[in-house]
T-cell receptor, first 112, second 115 residues
Framework: QKEVEQNSGPLSVPEGAIASLNCTYS??????FFWYRQYSGKSPELIMS????GDKEDGRFTAQLNKASQYVSLLIRDSQPSDSATYLC????????????FGSGTRLSIRP | DVKVTQSSRYLVKRTGEKVFLECVQD?????MFWYRQDPGLGLRLIYF???????EKGDIPEGYSVSREKKERFSLILESASTNQTSMYLC??????????????FGQGTRLTVV
């Protein structure tokens, strides 16, 4: 089992609709969770971080965390063509030496 | 703004060469990371460091080593480059605050081709 799992996609969503991206993780001790967006040929950029159960909203983006189910998601409302990218879920693992583990990413395509 | 700078954007090296990838951050972050990114495999952690002269193996350390002599600089070394090390290499840094890490900031990436 991978430590952080995402559906690779591609996920195709019509412009203006809600895009829903999902991520599961295996380490119950994980404490911090991040969503990064990566355009082709570019490095990842942080779009959301979430540390406690529930929802966190920032503009058109909402991150949701459920630690009991080991599940984190990202909702993008009013999807725009500029949202077309690969979305990476990342999890902070606290152990003897803390590290950040990434999922393999979900490719999102917003169709006009 | 946090700035993480990688020394090269593109690099072509020959099999067997010793290769140095340099990364510098300007925000006094304690933690630094080296990842490689390959299609379908996402970002895989090679090595990370949480303090000067400290290093920890990630998930795929074989064929690599690292050096952190100064807080702002974290170097990735390919001892003897091989074609299967052709990849995009990403450096990241993050501060360490309390028991949790905050987010990682990435450099622009180095696309390494080994021929």
């Amino acid at each position: 089992q991978k430590e952080v799992e995402q559906n690779s996609g591609p996920l195709s969503v019509p412009e203006g609709a809600i895009a829903s991206l999902n991520c599961t993780y295996s380490d119950r001790g994980s404490q911090s969770f991040f969503w990064y967006r990566q355009y082709s040929g570019k490095s990842p950029e942080l779009i959301m971080s979430i540390y406690s159960n529930g929802d966190k909203e920032d503009g058109r983006f909402t991150a949701q965390l459920n630690k009991a189910s080991q599940y984190v998601s990202l909702l993008i409302r009013d999807s725009q063509p500029s949202d077309s990218a690969t979305y990476l879920c990342a999890v902070f693992q606290y152990s003897s030496a803390s590290k950040i583990i990434f999922g393999s990413g979900t490719r999102l395509s917003i169709r006009p | 703004d946090v700035k993480v700078t990688q020394s090269s954007r593109y690099l072509v090296k020959r099999t067997g060469e010793k290769v140095f990838l340099e990364c510098v951050q300007d925000m006094d972050h304690e933690n630094m990371f080296w990842y490689r990114q390959d299609p379908g495999l996402g970002l895989r952690l090679i090595y990370f460091s949480y303090d000067v002269k400290m290093k920890e193996k990630g998930d795929i350390p074989e064929g690599y080593s690292v050096s952190r002599e100064k807080k702002e600089r974290f170097s990735l070394i390919l001892e003897s480059a091989s074609t299967n090390q052709t990849s995009m290499y990403l450096c990241a840094s993050s501060p360490r605050t309390g028991p949790s890490l905050t987010e990682a900031f990435f450099g622009q990436g180095t696309r390494l081709t080994v021929v």
